[in-house]
């Protein structure tokens, strides 16, 4: 599986951030630039993407498949993989590239698949 | 008795016609009723009774009907002198403004003494019944007649014009016109109670200093501009009280930025606020999306602010979901839209954000209308 999940690595640049991590916030694996940056990530990024996606229930819209936030310093990209899951695979960094960011999650979705299983 | 002289008129003849006696009645205009035969007085009142919000305080008085006294919620105010009578109204109509329901006089074959005291002291709320009164009598009296609506056997003279727009009280009726009656009197009803009602909320959120904009009303009382309109007259005619001064409108290049939105197929909704104010809604079509929850993702894009993973202002945020998708735009002011079931989601995208441009670069709102103020 961490070999599946090194698909997507965060650009190399200050800030850059990937991580797979399941609803419930339980990290899978993360990669950040520079690495010692990644507690912080974790600790600020999951507990707000997960109260997105809370909020995004309670809003009765359908279960998203895609959330992309686009700032004027970072771009975060987020998707939702059902697969034994949910999932929620992550890329975001200051000059993403969202279409390639995209493919690259896509392509660690689709290698995943059902077999990513969560942990105990 | 909703036969009109002159042969069986068409169904939007009679409409017409009942739309004008509906306005009459729940804009608490005057109305002298004539029939050549007063043992038609019950059965004509009966007909004007579901017109007549249930809410308000039916007082009768004159030589009511045996039938129409047993009714229930008609007051009969008889007993004491005239005078005293007259106090007791006028005193009904004064605890209006603090509250008390709204007051319907029904007088039936008043004494010229008493129908004067009604006519030059109370300026709305009152019906009365006379038998074989013309309009001439009426108008020698002082009350000139603004429109004579004929009847089998009778005429209603409605003494105030209707209101100009009778599209609320002609889309009601329209609505109920293949209903039976008992079901006609409960739409009707329903309709009155629930303007009432939020008129009653509106009053309470001004009196509590909460901004309270046009916006607001609309998407909060799923109102349109002429239903908010018509609520905020009948406050006035029942209570005396003019809200429409505490109310925000919407700034004309809003209006305008909304509109030009409404070629967009797959936009269901669109919802502008100005911090947390909503000074922008506009439902393209039918959906259920409430604008909080607009703000709700904004906060949360505020907390991340605070943190190592501020995406920074001005961000722009898309939520795919199924076949809906939110877009939401933090610039001067919160943008948001859902759209539904379409693919051409990035199109939108670069449509929205040149209008938005152009509308952020637009200078603020002409006199009198809600200062953009902006988010800064």
């Known amino acids: 599986m961490s070999n599946t999940l090194d698909l997507f690595q965060p650009d190399e640049e200050a800030g850059g951030a990937s991580g797979a991590f399941t609803a419930e916030g339980q990290i899978l694996t993360w990669n950040a630039s520079p690495p010692e940056k990644a507690v912080e990530q974790q600790e600020s990024l999951i507990p707000a993407i997960l109260e997105l996606t809370e909020s995004a229930r309670l809003a009765e819209l359908p279960a998203f498949e895609q959330i992309l936030i686009e700032g004027s310093d970072k771009k975060i990209l987020l998707l939702r993989v059902q697969g034994g899951g949910p999932f929620l695979f992550l890329m975001g960094g200051k000059s993403l590239d969202v279409v390639s960011a995209l493919e690259k999650l896509k392509r660690a979705a689709e290698a995943v698949g059902a077999g990513l299983k969560e942990p105990k | ?376």
């Not at chain 2, 006379?130 to 009426?138: D, I």
């Not at chain 2, 909080?292 to 602010?305: A, S």
């Not at chain 2, 877009?327 to 079931?341: S, W």
Request: proline share 6%; charged share 30%; with cysteine.
């Open chain 2, 1 to 376: 008795m909703t036969s009109v002289r002159g042969g069986v008129p068409s169904q939007d003849r009679l409409i017409f016609i009942e739309a004008r006696v509906l306005a009459t009645l729940w804009d608490r205009n005057r109305m002298v009723c004539s029939l050549s035969d007063p043992s038609l007085f019950h059965s004509l009142f009966c007909w004007l009774r579901i017109y007549i919000p249930r809410y308000r305080q039916l007082l009768v008085l004159g030589d009511v009907p045996k039938e129409t006294r047993h009714l229930k919620g008609v007051r009969v105010l008889d007993g004491g002198d005239l005078p005293s009578r007259m106090a007791a109204l006028e005193q009904a109509f004064s605890d209006e403004e603090t509250g008390a329901p709204p007051v319907q006089v029904v007088g039936f074959g008043l004494e010229a003494e008493s129908f004067r005291m009604l006519h030059r002291r109370l300026d709305r709320g009152w019906i009365a019944f006379f038998p074989g009164l013309t309009k001439k009598t009426l108008e020698d009296e002082g009350l000139p007649v603004h429109e004579e609506i004929a009847l089998e056997g009778g005429s209603l003279f409605l003494l105030d014009p209707p209101p100009a727009d009778l599209s609320p009280e002609e889309e009601l009726l329209l609505e109920t016109a293949s209903c039976s009656p008992a079901m006609k009197d409960f739409m009707i009803q329903m309709r009155q109670i629930q303007m009432n009602l939020a008129f009653q909320a509106i009053h309470t959120e001004i009196e509590a200093d909460r901004p309270v904009t046009r916006p607001y009303l609309s998407e909060t009382l799923r109102i349109k501009e002429k239903g908010l309109k018509k609520i905020l007259h009948l406050g006035q005619r029942e209570q005396r009280l003019n809200l429409e001064s505490y109310i925000k409108d919407t700034p004309p290049q809003i209006i305008e930025f909304l509109k030009s939105l409404s070629r967009e197929s797959d936009l269901a909704l669109a919802a502008l606020f100005d911090r947390e104010e909503l000074i922008g809604y506009a439902r393209y079509r039918e959906c259920f999306f409430p604008s909080r929850n607009i703000l709700n993702f904004k906060r949360i894009l505020d907390r991340m602010g605070n943190s190592a993973c501020d995406p920074g202002r001005p961000w722009f945020m898309e939520i795919r979901a199924g076949d809906k998708t939110v877009h939401i735009y933090q610039g001067r002011f919160l943008y948001g839209f859902l759209l539904e079931g379409g693919a051409k989601n990035s199109s939108f995208r670069n449509r929205v954000r040149e209008r938005i441009l152009a509308l952020e670069r637009k200078p603020s709102g002409r006199r009198g209308a809600v200062g953009l103020t902006g988010s800064e």
